[in-house]
């Protein structure tokens, strides 16, 4: 098996290739390119957007606005410090979590 696969490649060095190794070389690297740039557009791209929209609405709290948390908690904020919110989630029930698993701000 692997006698046969040697035997179909090229010389060593390139020999039977002659000047066409860098053409051979570039077009190898074009599907590479490709795939690289459609991971950009399908993958990384429309994670930064959502995680830019995120970091927005972290900044825009208040006091006052109704959130949801990322476990589905539901709750008014009574407070915002730098890294820590206080949700009442019912009446006198205040719970105490980390900004950044706030997922929405609910609209009334």
Same mark, same amino acid.
């Given at each position: 098996?692997? @006698?046969?696969?040697?035997?179909? @490649?090229? *010389?060593?060095?390139? &020999?039977?290739?002659?000047?066409? @190794?860098?053409? *051979?070389?570039?077009?190898?690297?074009?599907?590479?390119?490709?795939?690289?740039?459609?991971? +950009?557009?399908?993958?990384?791209?429309?994670?930064? !957007?959502? *995680?830019? /929209?995120?970091? *927005?609405?972290? /900044?825009?709290?208040? !006091? @006052?606005?109704?959130?949801?948390?990322?476990?589905?908690?539901?709750?008014? $904020?009574?407070?915002?410090?730098? /890294?820590?919110?206080?949700? /009442?989630?019912?009446?006198?029930?205040? $719970?105490? $979590?980390?900004?950044? +698993?706030? &997922? &929405?701000? !609910?609209?009334?």
């Amino acid at each position: 098996m692997f @006698g046969l696969a040697f035997a179909m @490649g090229s *010389a060593p060095g390139g &020999a039977a290739g002659g000047a066409g @190794g860098g053409m *051979a070389a570039f077009q190898q690297i074009i599907p590479l390119v490709f795939m690289f740039a459609i991971f +950009y557009f399908l993958l990384i791209r429309p994670q930064q !957007k959502k *995680a830019k /929209e995120h970091k *927005a609405l972290l /900044e825009s709290m208040k !006091k @006052g606005d109704n959130v949801i948390t990322a476990g589905g908690v539901h709750g008014k $904020i009574t407070a915002v410090e730098n /890294e820590i919110v206080t949700l /009442e989630v019912a009446n006198n029930v205040n $719970i105490k $979590i980390t900004k950044s +698993y706030i &997922a &929405a701000i !609910k609209k009334d």
